[in-house]
């Protein structure tokens, strides 16, 4: 990985494939928070951007097959002095119809699964409103449930916004996509990419990480 500023360039080589792809900013960055500044009270601080739209190309090669790829990146930057091992989240990114970017973030305390922050950022043609709690209403619809883990993981949902006049269902485009990250981050996550439908159309990723044998809000 290397750039900056709003022009990056990302390379991979994972055994017989070969990834590599020039990325650039087409609008200004999505600030999170207050002024970039999100306070996860005594899970600490955190400073939190994204660059939603990045015009995408470059080339993908399988075995002996080379193509060319070109696409719309979201790129995510947060950092801070904050333990994400105190919490517990769900967390979507959407590229939605008539150019909107839609980040939804909903955080609990990891012990008491009380709700410490729930709230997001709307993003319409560089036009950025932070969101509330009261803004939207996020509802799981059906579970996976991991055979590794017994943890089940809401894999479509439903979503409105009622002063943007959005109502949307957003789908998991592949449900297996628990990730064991205990090595590093010392959780377990299921996170992967999501399709949408309704009064808009899009595609996604979602993040989703409960306690090891914690059930969902389905159950």
Known sequence: MAGGNGTDQLEF???NI?????LIGTQPPTIHGENGAISLKDAGNSYYYSRSRMKTSGTLKIGNT???????????HQWGDFSVGRLTWDWFS????????????????KKTNEKILYTGTFNQNGNVEILSAEDFNVTPKKGWTSKKTNIVYP????FEMPSKNI????KSRNESNEFDAKLTTYNIYW??????????TGFGFIELYYMDGKKSELQ
């Open 167 to 170: 109502k949307i269902t957003i």
């Open 13 to 15: 080589n994972i055994e």
């Open 191 to 200: 996170e992967g990419a999501v399709s949408v439908q309704g009064t808009h």
């Open 66 to 76: 080379l193509e060319k790829v070109t696409g719309i990146s979201w790129f995510d």
């Open 155 to 158: 894999t479509e949902w439903d």
């Open 18 to 22: 070969n990834l590599n792809l020039d």
């Open 94 to 109: 959407l590229q939605l119809s008539d150019s909107i970017d839609l980040m939804i973030y909903q955080l609990r305390d």
